[in-house]
């Protein structure tokens, strides 16, 4: 199933397809993933008992990203690229403050995900899973009504971005996590990690 992204004949839903996308995922009213979304360095309030900076961050349901790399004919090693990110939230107090960034066409965007481990409900547990996106826009939203087993109105986003880190580390059962590894990619190609 195609994804949306920055071409809009190769990746656009329709109303079937979208609902498939929120039918497939399993419904967690207590999930431990969040999203936060900065621009200009004011961070956009959510609902999410995570916060960042005391700013509530935005509850997701699910999030896709991809890499890949493309190789020329004749060549050993590929230059790598990325889609942009595309998430699945319920529909909330921060719907509203996302569509004014996606129809401004805001450029400056920092989105962060941070993924847990069955931590419950302590918020002091640190992400054994971090994404970091700069310089991203939202370039599709999506506003409908579906999911199982309760309907309720959600949005998927589709972001597009300059550059991004990804961050794992494992995570004991204190909610601390040990050594972080680090790999970073820009959208120009660029390789790197540690």
Same mark, same amino acid.
């Given at each position: ?8 004949? !190769?990746?656009?839903?329709? #109303? ?5 996308? /929120?039918?497939? /995922?399993?419904?967690?009213? %207590? ?26 961050? /935005? ?9 890949? $790399?493309? %190789?020329?004919?004749?060549? $050993? ?20 403050? /996302?569509?004014? =960034?996606?129809? !401004?066409?805001?450029?400056? =965007? ?16 640190? #992400? ?6 700069? &310089? ?6 999506? =506003?409908?009504?579906?999911? +199982?087993?309760? +309907? +309720? #109105?959600?949005?998927? =986003? ?20 040990? &050594? ?15």
């Amino acid at each position: 199933m195609p994804f949306p992204g920055s071409d809009p004949d !190769k990746y656009v839903l329709s #109303p079937n397809e979208a609902l498939g996308v /929120l039918d497939s /995922l399993e419904y967690d009213e %207590q999930s431990d993933i969040v999203m936060f979304v900065a621009s200009a360095g004011n961070q956009v309030a959510g609902e999410d008992t995570r916060t960042l900076d005391d700013v509530p961050g /935005l509850f997701i349901t699910s999030f896709f990203f991809q890499s890949y $790399a493309l %190789q020329a004919a004749g060549s $050993a090693s590929g230059m790598v690229s990325a889609e942009p990110l595309t998430v699945v939230r319920q529909c909330d107090a921060a719907t509203a403050t /996302l569509a004014s =960034l996606h129809y !401004k066409q805001v450029e400056d =965007l920092v989105i962060g995900i941070d993924v847990f481990r069955a931590g419950g409900v302590d918020v002091k547990a640190d #992400p054994f899973f971090s994404l970091m996106m700069e &310089g991203g826009r939202i370039t599709s939203q999506y =506003l409908f009504m579906g999911g +199982r087993p309760i +309907r +309720r #109105p959600h949005e998927i =986003l589709t972001i597009d971005f300059t550059g991004f880190t990804v961050e794992t580390a494992p995570q004991v059962t204190s909610g601390q996590r040990g &050594g972080v590894r680090t790999a970073r990619l820009s959208k120009a190609g660029k390789r790197g990690g540690k």
